[in-house]
């Protein structure tokens, strides 16, 4: 039983970029000396999240997009806007509400997923942004 | 140190089932050698979800159903839709928002919950499905 | 590798107050045994949950209580409120929709959180409570 944490980067764009990263945390399974366990997903920021999704343009380009703009709209005058004349606080919001990481098994070296399961990395932030992601394998 | 991972199987129903799966989880700890250490409960799959709740049945069949049909509701033109010509966007949406997985703790085989803290799986797409539940066991 | 599971504890105040308790959970870090690994931070309880968010007084005091509040009310008649004739509804909610743990990395006893990245406890009650916080910690 040992504990391995790598990264991986991402160049994103702005207002909602939704983008499959379960290749990059497969692949870091694959060159793992770990066989089976959990992998622990993980964005260090504030306006990021990690999630799943079945990834076709129907649910990541608009429902997803439409969806997190009717509970929590870009362009609205939030108190966070007062204290660094910034405006993301959309972007802090949804970072809060879908969480800046997940969980997920192994076995074998290959992720378990559903057929159509993908996971994801959403950008809440209001500009692009370089984004490290850390995968923390943990098993045997 | 070692992991383990069961699983147990769930027959739901459509639109929102929510099912108490304390138990499945509890008797997969009890069975098992490690005796601390944490559990990922998994649903592999795009449209089910993992939460906690009071189970009792004014939220489990009325006010968790109320929410989640406010923000998501079933009957809306989903883009989704047009991909598959199959009727489960809401179901994908809700899935992305509770997400599959929730990992916890357990001492002396035994989860740490609440009082009236039950794990549940939420059944989020429009037809009932059978579900197979992933818990990965991490510990000593 | 190893596990340990060790535990803090809350005053909190009703109606979504906002906690930062990075630094109880990086304090055991701190004293440790486990240098890398992941650490589940954990609620007991139906009513509260875990995040990350900024934390800055526009979104703590203002713009996570303004979100919440307009999708999950606190003044509203829940079927839960029959249940047991008390008035905590929203509370549930809102700890199933945040859901009651989050579980992050840490590198050298350090956590591995964005600059402006901090870990919250969110009071979700109609009164302020005595919460126990789990961190339970698994590495090397």
């Given at each position: 039983m040992t504990v391995s944490i790598q990264t991986f980067e991402l160049r994103t764009k702005a207002y909602?970029?939704?983008?499959?990263?379960t290749n990059q945390v497969q692949n870091i399974l694959n060159n793992s000396d770990i066989k089976n366990g959990i992998v622990n997903v993980h964005v260090a920021g504030s306006t990021g999240a990690i999630s799943t999704v079945e990834y076709e343009p129907g649910l990541v380009n608009h429902d997803i997009k439409t969806f997190l703009e009717n509970i929590i709209p870009y362009d609205k005058n939030y108190e966070h806007h007062k204290t660094w004349h910034d405006y993301n606080g959309a972007g802090h919001l949804r970072s809060f509400l879908i969480k800046t990481s997940q969980t997920f098994p192994f076995k074998s070296h290959k992720l378990i997923l559903g057929t159509w399961q993908q996971i994801i990395f959403i950008e809440c932030d209001e500009k692009g942004r370089n984004r490290k992601i850390y995968c923390s394998i943990i098993g045997e």
């Open positions: 909602c970029d939704v983008i499959n990263i």
